[in-house]
């Protein structure tokens, strides 16, 4: 997987940057499952990933204005530059952002959602 050092400040623009650069690099069937998260995601559901890397899928997740955004990562060093992108987004559209910098298996991040 290529890692962008993506330069956007709002998540529409993040995203779009984001995906291109991942589309670029391995084709547009690479970010294909995005197209799932966006026709299975309505507006106010739960969302939930294990894995969130840079956060790109995330972020076409977000961009569907859920109710609740769940992360999961072990490594929350590749994600942690584009917090505050995130965040504000989560601000405007009153969106609950959670982040959980550990391993999928652990009981700490059980929730309840619709979307996994």
Known sequence: MILGDFKSTNLPDWYKEANAV??????????????AIRSCLKPGMRYKEFGTKQGVSAAAAMLCNP??????DIDITKFAPYTSIFQE???????????YNMSSSSSSCKSEVDVL
């Open 22 to 35: 991942h589309c670029e690099a391995h084709g547009h069937d690479y970010t294909a499952f995005h197209d």
């Open 67 to 72: 109710s609740s955004v769940e992360m999961v």
């Open 89 to 99: 987004y989560a601000d405007q559209h009153d969106i609950t952002m959670k982040f």
